[in-house]
């Protein structure tokens, strides 16, 4: 049956049930003025794109509106969530000049509007023309895209909405635009610049926030990081080895910043405007007694009183208690409460922020004119319904957003939030006793925070000024931390500032060089290791060994060493053996507490203790030579029969003269003169030659 309907639809030209209606996407770029008296005229520009997949003919924009006031701000909250086709509303067709229509293709439908194409529309209509007519009031204002699709009866095909006020005489409304100073972290754990996006941003962006802010009457919050950040900037410093864009830039940003730092209206936001309410709500104080450690002396916004933001709505009492009693803000702003007069709590003034002021135009649209729309319409009815209109201002857009009106209709005012914050009374706490709304932290944040304190920590080590580390690792963490970043942009954001740790500590920068083997001629030797440090900054490290066979040759690890930028030194390390023996040994670079850097360097020793073994065979030698000769000794006395051997007469047995001498050149008579037992037999040769004198 689908299958037969679907050829029958293709035959009558008619698209089947189930497929999708052809659409154009519609975004409004501009709607001036921004807010009109009664006789006024609105005009919205914007531009259309066909984002179906058919042709389109006869392709017209018109303009839209409901003539009903939107009349509080639930009312208006509820339009904004709502579906494009609600209200229902009408098209205004009737403008002189046909100014409220504007044709896409020809009316003659001789063209047609291909998918993919795009073109402009401009649109007008006159409020007491288009029946806005009561005054005073917010109202719902828009533009409608009418075409004839092919295969298709002739549809709304686009439409796009935005708030704008209908004034009258008495229409008044206040809002306390907050401006903040901050930006996405770039100073690396080294102090170098990871980028340089600064440098555009000190003479755009942040110079137009910083410029607004000194002339606005506004509260102005200012991230202690991003000072520091522009104060080395100022300072010269380079990006990837590179002069850095930005140093006259940030010269002139300071000297805006100083006075204001003075105008009793700023305030600083935790270093690195961390997320301290998402670290409070995990659990995680270390991550708020970080953003306060990181705050040098000698950061100018250091005596400013601290301000906590929560745009995200996720601070709750327990949390509140945890930051307060850690660093003791004296303003905190959070879109937790609903919006009403400000209280004391924790010994800090808490505000309602209300960011649904700058959300933009209904569906999520964002342009200049629908965030202008949104604020004017809700500034107007936050007003008359006596309830406090503030918001956080980040970027040009919002700035513009929240600009004062000009002319006979600026009925829009602004204030900072004194008045608001000398008001505030000690009551009971609209706080919820447990937050249920998501925080701007989520994942493995933590993990990745513990991680990289780890390796700052071996870093410090390293370059052997741990105060200096134990900042610098601070600073890099809290500002890993910035509201401004994403869960993933977060992520590689702490990669990149910590490179210069984890290059450090994977050995990259010193290098460890070794002979192949070496030869131990005793039982202990000081042998030569060399260690070369390219980086730019001094090391201290010591080498640490494995060995194959630890029982036979161990090496202790050597003594640390300090090595300048750029300079070889020789370590040397003393093996122990207690055996000839061949061990193969690793050697490894680490810091002083033992953390291993870099690859390993393998190497042979082998031990012959040729020395000890020479003295051993001496002494052994002469022990047997001595006892040798000893027992010959023994063995001769025993066979004279304890008489001395022939020609060991002693001389003092023996008188003196020439009777004495001749008797100690005779030989004795008889067997034992001769040595002979009794089978021996007389040598005749012998016996021949003796004489009765001799």
């Known amino acids: 049956m689908t299958v037969l309907l679907g050829?029958?639809?293709?035959?009558?030209?008619?698209?089947?049930?189930?497929?999708?209606?052809?659409?154009?996407?519609?975004?409004?770029?501009?709607?001036?003025?921004?807010?009109?008296?009664?006789?006024?005229?609105?005009?919205?520009r914007g531009t259309v794109r066909n984002t179906s997949s058919v042709?389109?003919?006869?392709?017209?924009?018109?303009?839209?509106?409901?003539?009903?006031?939107?009349?509080?701000?639930?009312?208006?909250?509820?339009?904004?969530?709502?579906?494009?086709?609600?209200?229902?509303?009408?098209?205004?067709?009737?403008?002189?000049?046909?100014?409220?229509?504007?044709?896409?293709?020809?009316?003659?439908?001789?063209?047609?509007?291909?998918?993919g194409e795009s073109a402009s529309f401009t649109v007008t209509g006159t409020a007491s023309s288009m029946g806005l007519t009561t005054t005073d009031a917010a109202y719902l204002i828009g533009v409608h895209i009418q075409a004839t699709p092919a295969g298709h009866e002739r549809m709304t095909?686009?439409?796009?909405?935005?708030?704008?006020?209908?004034?009258?005489?008495?229409?008044?409304?206040?809002?306390?635009?907050?401006?903040?100073?901050s930006s996405d972290p770039s100073v690396r754990i080294d102090g170098s610049f990871s980028d340089d996006h600064l440098a555009p941003e000190l003479t755009g962006r942040l110079d137009r926030l910083i410029t607004e802010a000194?002339?606005?009457?506004?509260?102005v919050?200012?991230?202690?990081?991003?000072?520091?950040?522009?104060?080395?900037?100022?300072?010269?410093?380079?990006?990837?080895?590179?002069?850095?864009?930005?140093?006259?830039?940030?010269?002139?940003?300071?000297?805006?910043?100083?006075?204001?730092?003075?105008?009793?209206?700023?305030?600083?936001?935790?270093?690195?405007?961390?997320?301290?309410?998402?670290?409070?709500r995990a659990g995680h104080s270390t991550v708020i007694t970080r953003s306060a450690k990181a705050l040098d002396v000698m950061n100018p916004a250091r005596t400013l009183p601290l301000a906590v933001t929560d745009e995200a709505g996720a601070l709750d009492r327990p949390s509140l208690a945890r930051i307060a009693s850690m660093l003791k803000p004296s303003l905190v702003l959070t879109a937790a409460i609903p919006a009403g007069p400000a209280h004391v709590q924790n010994g800090a003034a808490i505000l309602p922020l209300s960011p649904s002021l700058l959300a933009g135009g209904p569906d999520g649209k964002v342009s200049a004119g629908q965030l202008r729309g949104r604020l004017l319409a809700q500034s107007l009815l936050m007003t008359r319904q006596k309830l406090p209109a503030a918001t956080l201002v980040e970027d040009v857009a919002e700035l513009d957003a929240t600009a004062p009106l000009s002319g006979s209709t600026s009925w829009l005012s602004l204030t900072d939030l004194s008045e608001s914050i000398n008001s505030a009374e000690n009551t009971a706490s609209p706080l919820p006793a447990r937050s249920k709304a998501a925080t701007a932290l989520a994942g493995d944040w933590w993990a990745d925070q513990v991680s990289a304190a780890a390796d700052a920590v071996d870093w410090g080590n390293v370059l052997g000024d741990s105060p200096t580390a134990d900042l610098q690792t601070a600073r890099v963490l809290s500002r890993s931390l910035s509201l401004s970043l994403s869960s993933d942009r977060r992520r590689a954001w702490l990669r990149a500032a910590m490179e210069p740790a984890t290059d450090l500590l994977s050995g990259s920068g010193v290098q460890l060089h070794s002979a192949g083997s070496f030869v131990m001629s005793s039982a202990s030797n000081d042998f030569p290791l060399t260690v070369t440090n390219n980086l730019t900054e001094t090391v201290k490290v010591k080498v640490t060994f494995t060995s194959s066979s630890p029982q036979r040759i161990g090496i202790p690890d050597t003594q640390v060493v300090e090595i300048n930028p750029q300079e070889s030194r020789t370590v040397k390390f003393s093996p122990r053996a207690s055996s000839?023996?061949?061990?193969?040994?690793?050697?490894?670079?680490?810091?002083?507490?033992?953390?291993?850097?870099?690859?390993?360097?393998?190497?042979?020793?082998?031990?012959?203790?040729?020395?000890?073994?020479?003295?051993?065979?001496?002494?052994?030698?002469?022990?047997?030579?001595?006892?040798?000769?000893?027992?010959?000794?023994?063995?001769?006395?025993?066979?004279?029969?304890?008489?001395?051997?022939?020609?060991?007469?002693?001389?003092?047995?023996?008188?003196?003269?020439?009777a004495g001498r001749d008797a100690v050149r005779a030989e004795p008579e008889g067997p034992a003169a001769d040595d002979e037992g009794p089978g021996d037999e007389e040598?005749?040769?012998?016996?021949?030659?003796?004489?009765?004198?001799?």
């Open 55 to 115: 042709a389109m003919s006869w392709v017209q924009a018109s303009f839209w509106r409901s003539r009903d006031p939107i009349a509080d701000t639930d009312s208006l909250d509820s339009l904004a969530a709502s579906s494009p086709t609600v209200p229902v509303g009408e098209r205004w067709f009737h403008e002189p000049g046909d100014k409220s229509l504007a044709n896409i293709t020809d009316p003659d439908g001789t063209k047609v509007f291909k998918p």
């Open 580 to 658: 000839n023996s061949v061990v193969e040994m690793t050697a490894r670079l680490a810091s002083p507490s033992g953390r291993e850097l870099g690859p390993e360097a393998t190497f042979v020793i082998r031990a012959t203790r040729m020395d000890d073994i020479g003295w051993i065979l001496i002494v052994v030698s002469g022990a047997v030579v001595l006892g040798a000769t000893l027992l010959r000794v023994r063995q001769v006395r025993r066979r004279n029969g304890g008489r001395a051997p022939y020609g060991t007469v002693d001389a003092s047995e023996i008188g003196s003269g020439p």
């Open 157 to 181: 095909v686009g439409r796009a909405r935005a708030f704008t006020v209908v004034s009258g005489p008495s229409t008044q409304a206040r809002v306390a635009p907050v401006i903040t100073l």
């Open 683 to 694: 040598r005749p040769e012998e016996a021949g030659t003796r004489s009765p004198g001799d």
């Open 221 to 280: 919050l200012v991230d202690p990081g991003l000072v520091d950040e522009v104060t080395a900037m100022a300072a010269g410093y380079t990006v990837n080895g590179a002069k850095g864009a930005g140093t006259q830039a940030a010269k002139d940003w300071l000297a805006k910043l100083t006075p204001l730092l003075k105008s009793g209206r700023a305030y600083r936001l935790p270093y690195g405007n961390a997320d301290v309410v998402g670290a409070a």
């Open 214 to 219: 000194a002339t606005r009457s506004s509260t």
């Open 7 to 44: 050829v029958v639809g293709a035959f009558c030209g008619v698209a089947p049930a189930h497929a999708a209606e052809p659409a154009v996407g519609v975004d409004i770029t501009d709607i001036s003025p921004a807010t009109v008296d009664a006789k006024g005229s609105i005009t919205i």
